[in-house]
């Protein structure tokens, strides 16, 4: 297993990718914790649902934690959808200003990838 730096927060994606593959990757680059920054923990991709998705690192030896405080607010994804332009420099923006908001939940991260190599999910 790679070695994560120390107080590093990673980030992942899953799309393209089975759960054990995710799984795979987070071992491989030595992450302790995936960190769920969905607003809504849910998907159609079967195994990347809260539950299944905790399940899944529970059994890859794996700490799952989520905190929807993180997540796209649900009115902003659907300008984006509505948009058709997907993640754009207008959007990246907006983004970063909501998550400047979310103090408590930046400090919850920091907290959490100090003790423990961590990765974000969204």
Do not use: W
Request: charged fraction near 25%; glycine fraction near 6%; include cysteine.
């Amino acid at each position: 297993m790679a070695k994560a730096k120390p107080n590093a927060l990673y980030t992942i994606g899953y799309e393209g990718r089975p759960p054990d593959d995710l799984m795979d990757a987070l071992r491989c680059a030595g992450v302790r914790t995936l960190l769920d920054a969905r607003i809504r923990p849910q998907s159609r991709k079967p195994g990347f649902s809260k539950r299944s998705l905790a399940k899944a690192c529970e059994a890859a030896g794996l700490a799952y934690a989520h905190d929807r405080a993180l997540g796209t607010p649900v009115e902003m994804m659907q300008r984006i959808k509505a948009s058709g332009k997907g993640y754009t420099t207008q959007f990246r923006e907006a983004f970063r200003k909501h998550l400047l908001k979310q103090t408590e939940a930046l400090e919850r991260a920091c907290e959490t990838a100090s003790a423990s190599p961590t990765c974000l999910l969204c």
